[in-house]
């Protein structure tokens, strides 16, 4: 089975390899730093997007340039976890949920919600359980067509959640064109728009014709959004006005959510898996 998953980078940070990882560095093309691994900026790409679209553009890359049964993305500091966790933790999450349930009628925006995002600790735990990953890798995709990471469960609905950083009209403008483009799409958009559960960070495995038909339906909505958001003089540059910024990274998480509830309801297998999380930015700055 070939497997290619890209690891966004962006800033120095410890570099995971394996046989079926791409250290990726996103934004290339704009970049201050050589990373000294692969860059988004070769062949087919839109690197110089990266401001709007964070890590879409190292999706970009791994789908038109290269080949494989399954690909996929991950984070610098967040990757799928098969390693097990101690009860106790889960208790703690569980107690987390409760509190943050009771407070959000009070403060809807602040509670925000919770997600099973674990800690990696120390740097040699993070690069063992990466590892592991990537021996188990064949063993854990037999049988699915997409791995994703375990939903944030929220307590306000996902469109009022993502209306901290979503305008509405960028919002009512996505939705106009689902429905315009992929008739087929807007019904599972809306009940996505209203559920409240998220499938965050734009991360995934999927079979490569899953991924496919992802990546163009994404990215075309993308296109027409960027252009009417110009001719429909909601702003007059993409690149230049502030509420561009990182728009269409924020647009792909609600459309990614909404892909995965569409993929379910077509038959697909979906599993959902724990990320590990590490930051170790501060140990490499400056490098």
């Keep these: 089975m070939n497997i290619k998953i890209a690891i966004a980078y962006h800033k120095p940070a410890l570099i995971l390899r394996g046989k079926n990882f791409i250290p990726l ?3 290339k093309t704009i970049s201050h730093c050589d990373l000294e691994i692969q860059g988004d900026n070769t062949g087919d790409n839109i690197s110089e997007k990266n401001p709007l679209y964070c890590e879409l553009t190292g999706i970009y890359w791994l789908w038109k340039n290269t080949t494989a049964d399954y690909k996929g993305l991950m984070h610098y500091r967040r990757i799928f976890t098969i390693q097990k966790y101690h009860w106790l933790y889960k208790f703690r999450i569980l107690i987390k ?6 407070v959000s ?5 602040k509670a925000l919600g919770v997600t099973k995002d674990y800690p990696a600790g120390v740097k040699e735990n993070y690069v063992k359980n990466a590892k592991r990953l990537d021996a188990e890798l064949e063993s854990l995709l037999n049988g699915v067509n997409i791995i994703v990471p375990e939903p944030m469960y929220e307590y306000i609905s996902t469109k009022c959640f993502f209306m901290q950083n979503v ?11 689902i429905k315009n483009e992929y008739p087929e799409f807007i019904d599972v958009w809306q009940k996505s728009l209203k559920s409240y559960r998220l499938y965050q960070r734009n991360m995934f495995i999927m079979d490569n014709c899953t991924f496919e038909d992802y990546c163009k339906r994404l990215f075309n909505i993308l296109q027409i959004h960027e252009q009417r958001s110009v001719s429909e003089c909601y702003i007059l540059d993409i690149y230049k006005e ?12 609600l459309f990614t ?7 379910e309801r077509n038959g697909k297998i979906v599993k959902e ?7 170790n930015s501060q140990e490499y700055a400056g490098r």
Aim: charged fraction near 10%; charge should be neutral.
């Design 97 to 102: 949920y409760y509190i943050r349930q009771f």
């Design 25 to 27: 560095h996103v934004g």
């Design 242 to 253: 502030k509420v561009y910024s990182r728009l269409s990274g924020y647009i792909a998480e």
């Design 167 to 177: 305008p509405v009209w960028a919002l009512t403008l996505t939705t106009d064109i």
């Design 257 to 263: 959510s909404a892909y995965i509830m569409f993929s």
């Design 273 to 279: 898996v724990p990320l590990m999380i590490f930051d």
């Design 105 to 109: 009628p009070f403060y809807p925006i």
